[in-house]
Protein backbone atom coordinates (compact mmCIF):
# COMPACT_ATOMS: atom_id res chain seq x y z
CA UNK A 1 0.00 0.00 0.00
CA UNK A 2 1.31 3.55 -0.63
CA UNK A 3 -0.96 5.12 1.35
CA UNK A 4 -1.41 8.82 1.05
CA UNK A 5 0.02 9.99 -2.42
CA UNK A 6 0.67 13.73 -3.13
CA UNK A 7 1.42 15.42 -6.53
CA UNK A 8 3.43 17.41 -7.50
CA UNK A 9 6.39 16.91 -5.07
CA UNK A 10 7.62 20.53 -6.07
CA UNK A 11 5.88 23.72 -7.92
CA UNK A 12 6.75 27.34 -8.74
CA UNK A 13 3.75 29.36 -9.65
CA UNK A 14 4.17 33.37 -11.10
CA UNK A 15 1.36 35.24 -9.41
CA UNK A 16 -2.33 34.88 -10.82
CA UNK A 17 -1.60 31.69 -12.06
CA UNK A 18 -3.66 28.22 -11.22
CA UNK A 19 -2.88 24.81 -10.00
CA UNK A 20 -4.59 21.68 -8.90
CA UNK A 21 -2.79 19.53 -6.00
CA UNK A 22 -3.29 16.19 -6.16
CA UNK A 23 -3.98 13.91 -3.42
CA UNK A 24 -4.77 9.99 -3.34
CA UNK A 25 -5.17 7.34 -0.47
CA UNK A 26 -5.64 3.56 -0.42
CA UNK A 27 -6.41 2.85 2.76
CA UNK A 28 -10.39 3.03 1.99
CA UNK A 29 -10.60 5.86 4.52
CA UNK A 30 -13.94 8.04 4.26
CA UNK A 31 -12.50 11.20 5.44
CA UNK A 32 -9.43 13.65 3.98
CA UNK A 33 -7.94 16.94 4.78
CA UNK A 34 -5.91 19.77 2.98
CA UNK A 35 -3.55 21.44 5.71
CA UNK A 36 -1.07 24.19 4.92
CA UNK A 37 2.28 24.85 6.51
CA UNK A 38 4.08 27.90 7.22
CA UNK A 39 7.31 28.17 9.73
CA UNK A 40 6.22 29.61 12.54
CA UNK A 41 2.17 28.75 12.53
CA UNK A 42 1.93 25.00 12.59
CA UNK A 43 -0.15 23.10 10.28
CA UNK A 44 -3.79 25.10 9.38
CA UNK A 45 -6.19 22.98 8.13
CA UNK A 46 -7.74 24.45 4.56
CA UNK A 47 -10.18 22.06 3.83
CA UNK A 48 -12.30 18.79 4.68
CA UNK A 49 -14.08 16.30 3.56
CA UNK A 50 -15.83 14.00 5.71
CA UNK A 51 -17.15 11.25 3.14
CA UNK A 52 -17.42 11.56 -0.21
CA UNK A 53 -19.33 14.10 -1.95
CA UNK A 54 -19.22 16.16 1.14
CA UNK A 55 -16.78 19.19 1.73
CA UNK A 56 -16.65 21.73 4.40
CA UNK A 57 -14.23 24.62 5.22
CA UNK A 58 -11.33 24.73 7.65
CA UNK A 59 -9.71 27.21 9.52
CA UNK A 60 -8.11 29.30 6.39
CA UNK A 61 -9.98 28.72 2.88
CA UNK A 62 -9.95 31.67 1.39
CA UNK A 63 -8.15 31.51 -1.86
CA UNK A 64 -9.06 27.55 -2.26
CA UNK A 65 -11.18 25.20 -3.74
CA UNK A 66 -11.51 21.45 -3.20
CA UNK A 67 -12.58 18.56 -5.20
CA UNK A 68 -13.57 15.41 -3.96
CA UNK A 69 -13.57 13.11 -6.74
CA UNK A 70 -14.22 9.96 -5.69
CA UNK A 71 -13.34 7.72 -2.20
CA UNK A 72 -10.00 7.81 -3.28
CA UNK A 73 -9.01 11.33 -4.54
CA UNK A 74 -9.30 14.99 -2.97
CA UNK A 75 -8.00 17.73 -4.88
CA UNK A 76 -7.17 21.33 -3.86
CA UNK A 77 -7.27 24.03 -6.47
CA UNK A 78 -5.77 27.89 -6.35
CA UNK A 79 -7.39 29.58 -8.85
CA UNK A 80 -5.46 32.86 -8.98
CA UNK A 81 -2.55 32.28 -7.23
CA UNK A 82 -0.95 34.61 -4.79
CA UNK A 83 2.65 35.11 -2.77
CA UNK A 84 0.40 34.70 0.43
CA UNK A 85 -0.05 30.97 -0.46
CA UNK A 86 3.65 30.19 -0.62
CA UNK A 87 3.64 26.99 1.63
CA UNK A 88 4.18 23.49 2.29
CA UNK A 89 0.87 21.54 1.37
CA UNK A 90 -0.30 18.32 2.99
CA UNK A 91 -2.92 15.69 2.56
CA UNK A 92 -4.31 13.66 4.95
CA UNK A 93 -6.83 11.00 5.66
CA UNK A 94 -8.69 9.33 8.15
CA UNK A 95 -11.15 6.59 8.77
CA UNK A 96 -13.37 9.05 11.25
CA UNK A 97 -16.88 8.13 9.70
CA UNK A 98 -16.63 4.76 9.56
CA UNK A 99 -15.57 4.77 13.02
CA UNK A 100 -18.82 7.15 13.57
CA UNK A 101 -20.58 4.11 12.27
CA UNK A 102 -19.56 1.51 13.67
CA UNK A 103 -19.40 3.83 17.42
CA UNK A 104 -15.44 2.55 18.32
CA UNK A 105 -14.40 5.07 20.61
CA UNK A 106 -11.07 6.15 20.88
CA UNK A 107 -8.96 8.47 18.67
CA UNK A 108 -9.30 8.65 14.75
CA UNK A 109 -5.54 8.79 13.59
CA UNK A 110 -4.68 11.13 10.60
CA UNK A 111 -2.29 9.41 7.98
CA UNK A 112 0.00 12.18 5.98
CA UNK A 113 1.30 12.52 2.59
CA UNK A 114 4.72 13.63 1.24
CA UNK A 115 3.63 17.11 0.76
CA UNK A 116 4.16 19.53 -1.95
CA UNK A 117 6.37 22.27 -2.01
CA UNK A 118 4.72 25.95 -3.30
CA UNK A 119 6.32 28.75 -4.10
CA UNK A 120 4.40 31.37 -5.94
CA UNK A 121 6.50 34.60 -6.93
CA UNK B 1 -6.10 31.85 22.05
CA UNK B 2 -4.87 28.92 19.85
CA UNK B 3 -6.66 25.88 20.71
CA UNK B 4 -3.62 24.30 21.20
CA UNK B 5 -0.32 25.55 22.17
CA UNK B 6 2.96 24.43 22.73
CA UNK B 7 6.26 25.76 23.57
CA UNK B 8 8.13 26.16 20.57
CA UNK B 9 11.84 25.17 21.92
CA UNK B 10 13.84 24.45 21.22
CA UNK B 11 14.79 21.87 23.76
CA UNK B 12 18.28 20.65 24.13
CA UNK B 13 18.58 17.04 26.10
CA UNK B 14 21.93 14.81 25.95
CA UNK B 15 21.48 11.59 24.70
CA UNK B 16 20.24 8.93 26.87
CA UNK B 17 18.53 11.75 28.99
CA UNK B 18 14.65 11.99 29.20
CA UNK B 19 12.74 14.74 26.80
CA UNK B 20 9.48 15.64 28.49
CA UNK B 21 7.72 17.58 26.10
CA UNK B 22 4.64 19.41 27.14
CA UNK B 23 1.23 20.71 25.24
CA UNK B 24 -1.92 22.58 26.83
CA UNK B 25 -5.40 23.04 25.28
CA UNK B 26 -8.57 24.40 25.01
CA UNK B 27 -12.25 22.53 25.89
CA UNK B 28 -12.99 22.79 21.81
CA UNK B 29 -10.44 20.27 21.33
CA UNK B 30 -11.19 17.68 24.29
CA UNK B 31 -11.75 14.56 22.93
CA UNK B 32 -8.53 12.84 21.35
CA UNK B 33 -5.05 13.76 21.36
CA UNK B 34 -2.24 13.02 18.91
CA UNK B 35 1.34 13.41 19.02
CA UNK B 36 3.04 13.71 15.60
CA UNK B 37 6.86 13.69 14.83
CA UNK B 38 8.17 15.83 11.96
CA UNK B 39 11.66 16.06 10.50
CA UNK B 40 12.97 18.61 8.19
CA UNK B 41 11.08 18.61 5.30
CA UNK B 42 9.38 15.29 6.10
CA UNK B 43 5.74 15.16 6.17
CA UNK B 44 4.07 14.36 9.78
CA UNK B 45 3.77 10.95 11.40
CA UNK B 46 2.33 9.39 14.25
CA UNK B 47 4.43 8.74 17.19
CA UNK B 48 1.37 7.75 19.71
CA UNK B 49 -2.54 8.95 20.63
CA UNK B 50 -4.21 9.52 23.77
CA UNK B 51 -7.98 9.77 24.80
CA UNK B 52 -8.73 8.18 28.10
CA UNK B 53 -7.15 10.41 31.68
CA UNK B 54 -3.79 8.63 32.30
CA UNK B 55 -0.76 7.24 31.05
CA UNK B 56 0.24 5.35 27.72
CA UNK B 57 3.86 3.58 26.48
CA UNK B 58 4.68 2.78 23.80
CA UNK B 59 8.23 1.41 23.73
CA UNK B 60 10.63 4.71 24.85
CA UNK B 61 7.19 6.99 24.84
CA UNK B 62 4.95 7.56 27.21
CA UNK B 63 2.01 10.15 26.44
CA UNK B 64 0.03 11.34 29.95
CA UNK B 65 -3.40 12.86 29.07
CA UNK B 66 -4.48 15.31 32.13
CA UNK B 67 -8.08 16.50 31.47
CA UNK B 68 -8.68 18.61 34.12
CA UNK B 69 -5.59 20.79 34.04
CA UNK B 70 -6.18 20.58 30.06
CA UNK B 71 -2.71 19.49 29.53
CA UNK B 72 -1.15 16.39 27.26
CA UNK B 73 2.30 15.66 27.40
CA UNK B 74 4.99 13.24 25.91
CA UNK B 75 8.07 11.41 27.33
CA UNK B 76 10.98 9.57 25.39
CA UNK B 77 13.38 7.77 27.55
CA UNK B 78 16.82 7.02 26.79
CA UNK B 79 16.38 9.37 23.67
CA UNK B 80 18.78 9.58 20.82
CA UNK B 81 20.02 11.61 18.10
CA UNK B 82 17.19 10.26 15.48
CA UNK B 83 14.64 11.64 17.94
CA UNK B 84 16.07 15.23 17.06
CA UNK B 85 12.90 16.95 15.24
CA UNK B 86 9.65 18.79 15.86
CA UNK B 87 7.02 17.17 17.73
CA UNK B 88 3.77 18.11 17.14
CA UNK B 89 0.67 17.91 19.18
CA UNK B 90 -2.76 18.06 17.71
CA UNK B 91 -6.42 17.87 19.83
CA UNK B 92 -9.28 16.06 18.03
CA UNK B 93 -12.92 17.51 18.78
CA UNK B 94 -16.08 15.59 18.10
CA UNK B 95 -15.76 16.64 14.60
CA UNK B 96 -13.15 15.31 12.17
CA UNK B 97 -10.48 18.05 12.11
CA UNK B 98 -7.00 18.10 14.15
CA UNK B 99 -6.22 21.56 15.46
CA UNK B 100 -2.15 21.47 15.83
CA UNK B 101 0.21 23.55 18.03
CA UNK B 102 2.88 24.94 16.34
CA UNK B 103 5.24 22.64 17.62
CA UNK B 104 8.46 21.90 19.87
CA UNK B 105 11.86 21.46 18.19
CA UNK B 106 14.03 18.73 20.32
CA UNK B 107 17.49 18.54 19.68
CA UNK B 108 19.33 15.65 21.20
CA UNK B 109 23.02 16.30 22.25
CA UNK B 110 25.31 13.36 21.94
Known amino acids: NAGVTQTPKFQVLKTGQSMTLQCAQD?????MYWYRQDPGMGLRLIYY???????DKGEVPNGYNVSRLNKREFSLRLESAAPSQTSVYFC????????????????????FGPGTRLTVL | QKEVEQNSGPLSVPEGAIASLNCTYSDRVSQSFFWYRQYSGKSPELIMSIYSNGDKEDGRFTAQLNKASQYVSLLIRDSQPSDSATYLC??????????FGKGTSLLVTP
Open chain 1, 49 to 55: SASEGTT
Open chain 2, 90 to 99: AGQNSGYALN
Open chain 1, 92 to 111: ASSEALTRHWRGLAGADTQY
Open chain 1, 27 to 31: MNHNS
